[in-house]
Structure formats: structure tokens, C-alpha cells
């Protein structure tokens, strides 16, 4: 993580009511950009591995909880140390330009510059160098390394403040850059997360106003007193999903509370499950003749030609207007769907 990276985390911790703590040790210390990659290094350090092991360890751990900053896909340049002989060690963790990626080509298609995106991008070297420093200097397995990073990765874990900040302003920086009146929904389920709160999800939401993010989309809340809070304390419009553990509230309602958007995704899919069941279950008991009596009372509803609703009519405009008038002829003896006559 660079320089620049560690001050934009304290700029966006104390704008969101975060904090830096100190902490001290006697037998061995964890740096690391993250808690839960100094957490998985000091796992490995409590299990009896060495520096590298522990080293390694935070670094797949960083590229699973702050991808942000650190990729597997990336670069992980190592120093090491040796205490017993007092030698010094580089594994340059920096993978090279492809082959055509050359000084010249920069020169003449991009002005001199390396532009942001995939033309800035290295072959991925930080896998190889874990794996090189493990195997010179390490004393665990790679799988014991990778154990703490796999389990995030699996089970989820809460994201931190500043990474939802970063996430937001890039995903505000491509809106403005590709459509002005894309609306940017950011949204946190930090609330149902293991080892996460409604406190974190809050912070979360917070951090994503403030990068540019239109609406906050709270995941989650279990009860009317959670959403009044999530409503009250983040100062902005907020998205709500009207459905699953969180409850339901009338449109009165949600004008009170200052809900701005709300969405109900398994409303139509419970209805679909209803209704098929319903016919399915008169169709076993009935007999066929249930499927001509509901087709009777289909022929009533506004959706109730099915040919018609798949857009028949407007192909078939389409194809009068467009193609030669004798490709129409296939309509001539059709037994199939007509248009009706206006």
C-alpha cells in the first residue's frame, strides 16, 4: 500500500467518525493496511510460523479484503531480512509488460503517457513471489497461508469504510464519465454479515454518499426502529428493499420516514410460484379439462393473447413495410396467429 493510500485512509476515517488505534507487542508485530490481513498474519505467528509465512499470509488476505489497493492479479515486491546472518534479500513480486507493450508503442499511440486501464497493467506476479518466498524462506504450507484468506473469502466478511468510499467514487467517476444520468445505488449488507452491525453498514452507506453515490441501499434491517435510524442518520436519499426480514410499510409511511426509492424483487416470483402451483395442482385433480377452462378465462384478460403480448403484431407491421410484398405470402394459407384488422 503506498504512501498516499495510508493518507487517503486517515482523510476518510475521520470524515466518517473512524479512528486509528495504537497497539504493542513483546515477542511480534503486525503492520498491515487492513485488520483482518494483521489478523491473519498473527494467526500464523501464534501457529509458530516466521516473519515470511505471516508476511504471506496478510498478503492474500489484503487481496481478498481491500482489493482496492491489493490484487492477486497485481504486484507484491518483498524485502527480507535475515537476523541470523545479517543478509538481505529482494523478491522483485513485479511482473513485466507484454512483449508488445513497448517504450515506442507508448510514444506513438498514447502520447508518451501509460494511460490508466489495461495498457497500465503488468503480467500478475504477486502469486509467484508468496510462493517463491515460502518456499526459500517459509516454514508453513502454502495451504496454511491462504486458510485465513479462503475463509473471508467463503464466508464474506464486513467491508471497511475506506474501501467503500474508494469503490463509490470510482463507480461516480465512470457514471460521470459514461452517462451523466446514471443513477448510482450503493449498497452495503454489512447489517447481515457475519461479524458486522448496523453501526458498520451506517458508516458504510455514509462513506458511498460521499463519494458520489445518488442513493444508500441499507441491506437488511429487521425491524422499524433499524430504519428510522438508517432514515435519520444517513444524510441522504435512501433505497430500501421492501421485502425478506425487513418490514413492509405503506406509501404514508415510507414519505415519513424519508425513504426515497423502494423495491419489491420477490413480489412477482411469489406470485408466479402461487399461481403455477394453483393450476398444477387443478390440472392433477381435474384432468385436462382444467387446462381448457382456464384458457376460457384467459381469452378475458388484458394479457390474454399471448401472441399479441410477444410483439406477433409488430413483427408483422415491420415485415409489411420492410420486406419485398411477395415474402408476405407466407401469411396467405398461415392457420397460425393473424393480426386482427383495424
Not at 503506498?2 to 503492520?31: C, E, F, N, P
Not at 464486513?158 to 463509490?168: D, T
Not at 394459407?333 to 393473424?338: I, K, N, P, T, Y
Request: with cysteine.
Amino acid at each position: 500500500m503506498s504512501l498516499d493510500s495510508v493518507s487517503s485512509q486517515k482523510d476518510v476515517a475521520s470524515a466518517v467518525g473512524g479512528s486509528m488505534l495504537q497497539v504493542m507487542g513483546r515477542r511480534w508485530m503486525v503492520a498491515a493496511g487492513h485488520p483482518l490481513a494483521a489478523q491473519a498474519a498473527a494467526r500464523i505467528l501464534q501457529a509458530g510460523g516466521n516473519a515470511i509465512d505471516a508476511g504471506v499470509a496478510a498478503g492474500m488476505m489484503l487481496g481478498v479484503v481491500h482489493p482496492d489497493m491489493v490484487s492477486f492479479a497485481g504486484v507484491a515486491p518483498i524485502l527480507v531480512h535475515l537476523g541470523r546472518t545479517g543478509e538481505t534479500f529482494e523478491v522483485s513480486g513485479v511482473g513485466p509488460y507484454p512483449r508488445r507493450a513497448t517504450a515506442d508503442f507508448f510514444r506513438e499511440k498514447c502520447g508518451g503517457q501509460i494511460p490508466v486501464g489495461v495498457l497500465r497493467t503488468v503480467v500478475p506476479a504477486a502469486p509467484d513471489a508468496w510462493c517463491a518466498a515460502l518456499e526459500r524462506w517459509g516454514t508453513k504450507t502454502f495451504g496454511e497461508t491462504v486458510a485465513p484468506a479462503l475463509e473471508c473469502a467463503e464466508r464474506g466478511f464486513p467491508l471497511s469504510v475506506f474501501s467503500a468510499y474508494q469503490f463509490g467514487r470510482a463507480a461516480d467517476k465512470v457514471r460521470r464519465d459514461l452517462d451523466p444520468d446514471f443513477v448510482l445505488i450503493a449498497r452495503t449488507d454489512a447489517r447481515g454479515a457475519h461479524g458486522g452491525s448496523l453501526d458498520d453498514a451506517i458508516r458504510r452507506a455514509q462513506a458511498y454518499l460521499e463519494a458520489g453515490a445518488d442513493l444508500a441501499f441499507v441491506e437488511g434491517p429487521t425491524s422499524v426502529d433499524e430504519v428510522r435510524r438508517i432514515c435519520k442518520e444517513i444524510p441522504g436519499r435512501i433505497f430500501y428493499n421492501q421485502t425478506g426480514i425487513s418490514p413492509r410499510f405503506t406509501l404514508e409511511e415510507m414519505n415519513e420516514l424519508g425513504i426515497a426509492v423502494t423495491i419489491l424483487p420477490g413480489a412477482t416470483f411469489r406470485a408466479t410460484i402461487q399461481a403455477v402451483y394453483d393450476f398444477a395442482s387443478e390440472l392433477m385433480q381435474r384432468g385436462p379439462v382444467a387446462e381448457a377452462d382456464f384458457n376460457e378465462r384467459f381469452k378475458g384478460h388484458p394479457l390474454g393473447n399471448v401472441h399479441r403480448f410477444a410483439g406477433f403484431d409488430q413483427v408483422r407491421e415491420w415485415e409489411e413495410e420492410y420486406l419485398p410484398a411477395e415474402e408476405m405470402e407466407k401469411y396467405t394459407d398461415s392457420v397460425g396467429h393473424q393480426p386482427a384488422k383495424s
